[in-house]
């Protein structure tokens, strides 16, 4: 199993500015996904995060809201831009090692928008 | 659309006692079954998995669940649980291969002494 570690755990941000979250993988994987979770609730899928191309959002999401970057097939990153305290969530990134296998996941970044 | 049914949002069972959490999916087909847990400030561990084969999975923890096709179902059930079980519990599914992982909105068990 893969093992991920996120970048920060937890933060405390001002509305109105982006933060960015790192993940980073103990090997390369195929696919890696960014998942909200907001208060209370399941998860639910930001993004696939494509090595050497653009991400794809699902819907409601938009990729100047939620930039990706994916650089390597052990790295990537998602930015919250201009925050807003409905953006307060856990983010959690995730792996899988190819179509149909189970994902793992990071920790998650606990993020609070004052 | 797929999706993913856990019924119970919150379960509280003592110590010991056996455990059932439900899990319905839409899928008529047999989609790709998971269930996580999630402990209070930490990621998702996976339990265990169903692809095909054997409808009754063993996971980790000493969870087990079972596929039941003709309910659409996918329980998970562990004999004897522990204080240290407490946790929020999530069933997920794909329905094909390459599918998006689909989750339900999560159990939340409490385990009182």
């Known amino acids: 199993s893969a093992v991920i570690s996120q970048k920060p755990s937890r933060d405390i941000c001002q509305r109105g500015t982006s933060l960015t979250i790192q993940c980073q993988v103990d090997?390369?994987?195929?696919?890696m996904f960014w998942y909200r979770q907001q208060p209370g609730q399941s998860l639910t899928l930001i993004a696939t995060?494509?090595?050497?191309?653009?991400?794809?959002?699902e819907s409601g999401f938009v990729i100047d809201k939620f930039p990706i970057s994916r650089p390597n097939l052990t790295f990537s990153t998602l930015t919250v831009s201009n925050m807003s305290p409905e953006d307060s969530s856990i983010y959690l990134c995730?792996?899988?090692?190819?179509?149909?296998?189970?994902?793992?996941f990071g920790q998650g970044t606990r993020l609070t928008v004052v | 659309a797929q999706s993913v049914t856990q019924p119970d949002i919150h379960i509280t069972v003592s110590e010991g006692a056996s455990l059932e959490l439900r899990c319905n999916y839409s899928?008529?087909?047999?989609?790709?079954l998971f269930w996580y847990v999630q402990s209070p400030g930490q990621g998702l561990q996976l339990l265990l998995k169903?692809?095909?084969?054997?409808?009754l999975v063993q996971g980790i923890k000493g969870f087990e669940a079972e596929f039941k096709r003709s309910q659409s179902s996918f329980n998970l059930r562990k004999p004897s649980v522990h204080w240290s079980d407490a946790a929020e519990y999530f069933c997920?599914?794909?329905?094909?291969?390459?599918?998006?992982?689909?989750f339900g909105q999560g159990t939340e068990l409490s385990v009182k002494p």
């Open positions: 995730s792996v899988e090692d190819g179509p149909g296998t189970e994902a793992f």
């Open positions: 090997s390369q994987v195929t696919m």
């Open positions: 995060a494509n090595q050497g191309s653009e991400a794809t959002y």
């Open positions: 899928y008529g087909a047999t989609p790709y």
């Open positions: 169903y692809f095909s084969g054997d409808t």
């Open positions: 997920a599914s794909r329905y094909n291969q390459g599918g998006k992982l689909i």
